[in-house]
């Protein structure tokens, strides 16, 4: 079956990075591309962005450009997401879903990230 | 900046029907917008129940069906069940690999 796998919850502090991973099964990697998607507490989802497993290209929406980098490891059929300078309302739980050119599908499980000091 | 709007909640009896709707700032949504739409129920992920405006995964229940309505993406269940009380976000395609969330429905089957 199709599983997305998400590392454990990280504490940060203010200024600090994390580097979340997802680790995909089921299904052929370099098909689909990754989508990264947090919900803060109590709010709603928003989309971060979007590697290709494939070419490895990417594209980020424009809140996070600059402060992140979105990666696959095809080997490992892995991806990872790094969020740098960190502040406390980057706290939230960190999705990683699979993405079709029409569709996102499957999820991970997610990752909580507190920023706190 | 897009902003992509859903009713912030809504009510419904069981056995009763509902339509949740999504609209976008930038004008009409179409068939190119590809809606998805997603079920979100407390400490779970979102779950995906329609795509591209109106396809269903082999998982989504019959009664969940998506549709382009006045200029907007809807998704309407019918025949409410109290599981169905969750959060309801669509998302939206924009181009050049954007993507961008509703801000979510809350559900209450009451």
């Known amino acids: 079956q199709i599983k997305l796998e998400q590392s454990g919850g990280e504490v940060k502090k203010p200024g600090a990075s994390v580097k979340v991973s997802c680790k995909a099964s089921?299904?052929?990697?370099?098909?689909?591309?990754i989508s990264w998607v947090r919900q803060a507490p109590g709010q709603g989802l928003e989309w971060m962005g979007w590697?290709?497993?494939?070419?490895?290209?990417?594209n980020y929406a424009q809140k996070f450009q600059g402060r992140v980098t979105m990666t696959t490891e095809t080997s490992t059929n892995t991806a990872y997401m790094e969020l740098r300078s960190l502040r406390s309302d980057d706290t939230a739980v960190y999705y990683c879903?699979?993405?079709?050119?029409?569709?996102?599908?499957?999820w991970g499980q997610g990752t909580l990230v507190t920023v706190s000091s | 900046q897009t902003v992509v709007t859903q009713e912030p909640s809504l009510t419904v009896s069981p056995g009763g029907t509902v339509t949740l709707t999504c609209a976008s700032s930038t004008g009409a949504v179409t068939s190119g917008y590809y809606p998805n739409w997603f079920q979100q129920k407390p400490g779970q992920p979102p779950r995906s129940l329609i795509y591209?405006?109106?396809d269903k995964h082999f998982w989504t229940p019959a009664r969940f069906s998506g549709s382009l309505l006045g200029g907007k993406a809807a998704l309407t269940l019918s025949g409410v069940q109290p599981e169905d009380e969750a959060h309801y976000y669509c998302l939206l395609y924009y181009g050049n690999a954007n993507w961008v969330f509703g801000g979510g429905t809350k559900l209450t089957v009451l």
């Open positions: 590697v290709s497993a494939y070419k490895a290209n990417t």
């Open positions: 089921g299904y052929s990697f370099t098909s689909y591309s």
């Open positions: 591209s405006t109106t």
């Open positions: 879903a699979r993405e079709g050119w029409d569709l996102v599908d499957y």
